[in-house]
């Protein structure tokens, strides 16, 4: 059985881990700390069979070396000379195995122009997305335009309902009222900001989401929606989806 569990780093960051539970092997996603992954190690006894990375920032890659060194892991990861350490590098459509899961490289630029994803395909789907798609909200546009980070969102839209969303950050209160502004009639979302504040108020993680709640609540998701256009057209452009999208995300930057 796999499972998988966030290790907090940070202020506010999540490292992924997926364990296979007949084994004792992990797979760890964006170690931006070595810390808190080797005393997950240490705690359980596990092995580290791999190292998941999906853009170059600092906060994602931070622990990579230390962990390299010290268990010799297989590193998978974007084709960016600038992160030290992937052994394997990848891109769109390039697929994997780990954990006895099948795993398809999503490439999503955007937050950065190096940001890929993946997508591990079950019963249900597991998507690692990193700084691209929050519960809530979606990742800031530091490298790439606001027409690839739409389309990454049109992408991860049309995955099932159920697919797991393993984002990177706990931002999932300000994200949702974010969400009230650009779309205040949405009841779906309120029930939500008030689960996750109870989560919250108990120190347990929002994530992962899910795709169907993502679809529901998310106004970046939402675009085509004249509920959210309703909303952005008094902030910019909100013709299409896509101008809304653009005018969203720059709301949001300074919201």
Known sequence: MLTVKPLPAFQDNYIWVLQQDNTGSV???DPGEAQP???YLERTGARLEAILITHHHQDHTGGLNELKSRY???VIGPDNPAIAG????VGEGDRFRLMGRHFEVMATPGHTLDHISFLS?????LLFCADTLFCGGCGRLFEGSPEQMYKALT???ELDDDTLVFGAHEYTLANLKFAKAAEPDNSTRDALFEECQKARELDRPTLPSTIGRERDINPFMRTHLESVQRG???QGEAHDAQSTFTTLRAWKDRF
């Open 86 to 89: 992937i052994d394997e590098t």
């Open 37 to 39: 992954v080797i005393d």
């Open 232 to 234: 952005a057209a008094e």
């Open 155 to 157: 992408r991860f839209a």
């Open 121 to 125: 395909s079950g019963t249900p789907s």
């Open 27 to 29: 797979v760890v996603v």
């Open 72 to 74: 010799s892991p297989r």
